[in-house]
């Protein structure tokens, strides 16, 4: 069934409240649209735990750097409502900019620390928007549960650190990354891509997967981890690396030994685009 297209606060609050009053468990999945199988599968995850299912898709311009894609970002709005008739979605709010940043509109939520390392460090700013977005999304909508894909690992623990910084009364689900068949993590942006970009881009989930296999063997140097990942992005035919990193999940901040809960999160550029990729591992020693 189609969903219902709401684009005001009021509209969309209005049909959140009627389903609760049914009884409606409320589940959200916030996106900036150009939905893809890695969306879909949230919004499974979603539709398994909850009755009513409210997918966001706005292109935030508050987390776009000045050099960033905003303008070209994929804006193919009918094909993503069909996605989300077809995964079962009941309500889609689709507000213009306006509509969230209104004249006069002053606030903005900084999650600090984690916001300004890994992709912090070269999209400043970027989290800033992504928390404020967030939260207010959060205030219209007022969901039980919210879903985030791990894909955007900062993105999440930054977001889940905000939910329990300012007592949100959301819970929290981090899903995982989906991929294509030859590993690449889905993303919009991946349309990006020439066709030998594409091919190369693999180099992420190969390095993740490399690091992977030297954590499994033993190694416990942080620096001989982001060194090979480096190393193999350093050796593919346009790209460029960013970052590689081993971090603490909690603190995001860097490891010297691989110990505990920990991020290995790569940032690679192919021209413009900017990809990232990352595996969650728990190391015991
Ligand atoms: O992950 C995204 O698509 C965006 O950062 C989000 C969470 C929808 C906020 O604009």
Redesign the pocket.
Known sequence: MAPLITTTVAATREAVAQAKGRGMRVGFV???GALHEGHASLIRAARAECGFVVV?I?V?PA?FGPQEDLARYPRPFEQDVALCAQAGVALVFHPQPQVIYPPGYKTRVEVRELQDVLCGTSRPGHFGG?AT??LKLFNIVQPDLAY?GQK?AQ?ARILEQMIEDLNLPVTMRICPIVRADDGLALSSRNVYLSVEERQHATVLFRALTDVHRRVDAGERSAAALTQCAADLVAGTPGARLDYAAVVDWRTLRTLDVVSGQVLIALAVYFGPTRLIDNVLLEVKD
């Open positions: 916030p996106t900036m966001s706005f935030n987390q992504v977005v967030v985030f955007d993105q």
